[in-house]
């Protein structure tokens, strides 16, 4: 038998490159704990900035306003719906179909154009491709407060203030560059190889597009569909410049945040309070149900493109 004789040096270099020993896996344990703990703190201090003012705003819609100025969460005296009425009688019930008319177009128009135009960036190579998607993606970086003179005036001209029409291409023009950004980077992860296929199969552009590769975007869709959506549902400086009545015969056709603010104003000095926390309760409640309903396909579509 033949005993194999090791230097000093070498015995530590051989100790040094195997595994960690159980005091430096104890250190790296402790560190992601604490890391652990000091996320889901982050988080769950995010949740209650988040949740506190929902869950005030709804519990005013139940009070009084002596409540309302009492306890600011404290649990309504007496569980009725006569706010919501009220509310809804004001104008909340016009606001809120004006503001579906609006959307109801705005929201399919902008995802059709822009995933067209994406997709088209993504996919045919040909001379000013990258000029026209980084004007695209400039428009992103533009302040919709700096175009306001100028776009009021521009539809003035086409005689579509105050009107669905005017503010609905506006809403499609703002939410484009975002939609084409987004749609750009998803179209460019998906396989060639089925292009290639439909191609041989004598599919022609426009069916490989509806046919093929939109639904194969899904995911991509259904996740800037909803940024779109909560994004124009929020908006308010737009509908404030563009839809105005004009003259004394104009109509009114304010939207969900114009009308909020109407609300503060009808009320003067007579304040009524649970009928403003009401009229918010409503707005509200349309996009919580809408994100809820579909987080899931959101983050599938955020991650998505990179897991590819």
């Known amino acids: 038998m033949t005993t194999v004789i090791k230097a000093p040096g070498e015995a530590a270099a051989g100790r040094s490159g195997g595994s960690a020993g159980p005091q430096e896996r104890r250190g790296r ?16 201090l995010w949740a209650l900035l988040i949740v506190l003012p929902l869950v005030w705003l709804a519990l005013g819609s139940f009070k009084t306003d ?7 969460l404290s649990w309504p005296s007496n569980w009725n719906f006569d706010a919501f009425g ?8 016009d606001y809120f179909a004006n503001t579906l008319i609006v959307m109801a177009f705005s929201v399919p128009l902008t995802m059709l154009l822009g995933s067209m135009a994406a997709y088209v960036l993504a996919r045919y190579p040909f001379p000013g491709n990258r000029f026209l998607y980084y004007f695209f993606v400039g428009g992103a970086m533009f302040p919709v407060f700096l175009a306001l003179v100028p776009l009021f005036f ?28 987004f749609m750009h980077s998803f179209f460019r992860t998906l396989p060639t190889a089925v292009h290639e296929a439909a191609v041989i199969d004598g599919a022609s552009d426009t069916r490989i597009f509806f046919q093929v590769m939109l639904p194969m975007a899904k995911p991509g869709l259904i996740s800037v569909g ?4 909560l994004g124009q549902w929020n908006q308010y400086i737009l509908p404030t410049v563009l ?23 009808q009320q003067g000095y007579a304040t009524d309070l649970p009928v403003l926390f009401a009229g918010v309760t409503i ?19 955020l991650t998505s493109a990179t897991l590819k």
């Open 154 to 181: 521009m539809v003035k001209r086409f005689d579509m203030l105050n009107t669905y029409q005017g503010l609905i291409l506006v809403y499609v023009a703002y939410s484009m560059p975002f939609t084409v950004f």
């Open 243 to 265: 839809m105005q009545p004009q003259t004394g015969s104009d109509p009114e056709r304010y939207l969900l945040t114009q009308g909020l603010i109407q609300l503060q104003q």
């Open 226 to 229: 909803i940024f779109n959506t």
């Open 86 to 93: 009220r509310a809804w009688d004001k104008g909340i019930g």
């Open 283 to 301: 707005a509200m409640i349309p996009m919580l149900v809408v994100y809820l309903s579909f987080q899931r396909q959101i983050q599938s579509g």
């Open 66 to 72: 002596a409540q309302i100025g009492g306890s600011a």
């Open 29 to 44: 344990g402790s560190e992601g704990a604490v890391l652990n703990v000091f996320s889901h703190g982050f988080l769950a």
